[in-house]
Structures are given as C-alpha cells and as structure tokens.
C-alpha cells in the first residue's frame, strides 16, 4: 500500500513559480511509475507529466504537450516533485500525485489517470492575473 500527501501549492501571480512536493509513505518510489494530474472546475482531470521508471533504460517521462518547457517532474527514493515555472491563470487547478506499480509494456498508458492505483488528496494552486 502506497500513501501520497501533496504540499506546495497556494496562490502565485502569473508569471510565478511553484514547486509541488509529493511525499510516499508504505513504499518507495523505486519501482513506481509516478504522475502529476490536474483538475479545473467543470473539466475533466488531465495529465500534467508522467514518469516511467524501467529498470533496464532509466526512466522516461511524458509531459502534456502545452506544458512541455514550464513543467519539470523529478522524484527521489520518497518524495516527487513537480517545478512549475512561468504560470499562467489557466494554470489554475487542483493537482493530484498518483503512483502504480503495475508494469505495461506499452509505456505511453501510464498518460492515463485510469493507469494509476494510488492518489494523493490534492494541493490547490491558484494562478492570479
């Protein structure tokens, strides 16, 4: 069983930073695919990035083609991370961590929120203008 708690958001002007922490209690991150997903009121929740540990190449990560270059993930053996730079007010939404430890061959499903067993209660990041 994996437990995830989210910190780090709050409220930051367009243009801000935020870095997003996503702490694991119940097991390590070593052998997890980890995400970062969002949700604005009235939509659906979307993939924010994705990382894929395999151990035979590294790990590989996805990230939502409109955040490519503002969002980073990083994770280390208990914690993930999510920098996010340059915000913008459309940024606004809660953020959700999740973690499986499920393996699919086909890498490109752990970009689904479907994929994903364990979640975090969510961190709210409020993006002013």
């Known amino acids: 069983q994996v437990q995830l708690v989210e910190s780090g958001g709050g409220l930051v002007q367009a243009g801000g930073s935020l870095r997003l922490s996503c702490a694991a209690s119940g097991r390590t991150f070593s052998s997890h695919a980890l995400g970062w997903f969002r949700q604005a009121p009235g939509k659906e929740r979307e993939l924010v990035t994705a990382m894929v540990f395999i151990a035979w190449s590294g790990d590989s990560t996805y990230y939502a083609d409109s955040l490519k270059g503002r969002f980073t993930i990083s994770r280390d053996d208990t914690a993930m991370y999510l920098q996010m730079s340059n915000l913008k007010v459309e940024d606004t939404a809660v953020y959700y961590c999740?973690?499986?430890?499920?393996?699919?061959?086909?890498?490109?499903?752990?970009?689904?929120?479907?994929?994903?067993?364990?979640w975090g209660q969510g961190t709210q990041v409020t993006v002013s203008s």
């Open positions: 999740a973690a499986t430890n499920r393996y699919y061959s086909d890498s490109s499903l752990y970009t689904r929120a479907a994929t994903y067993d364990y």
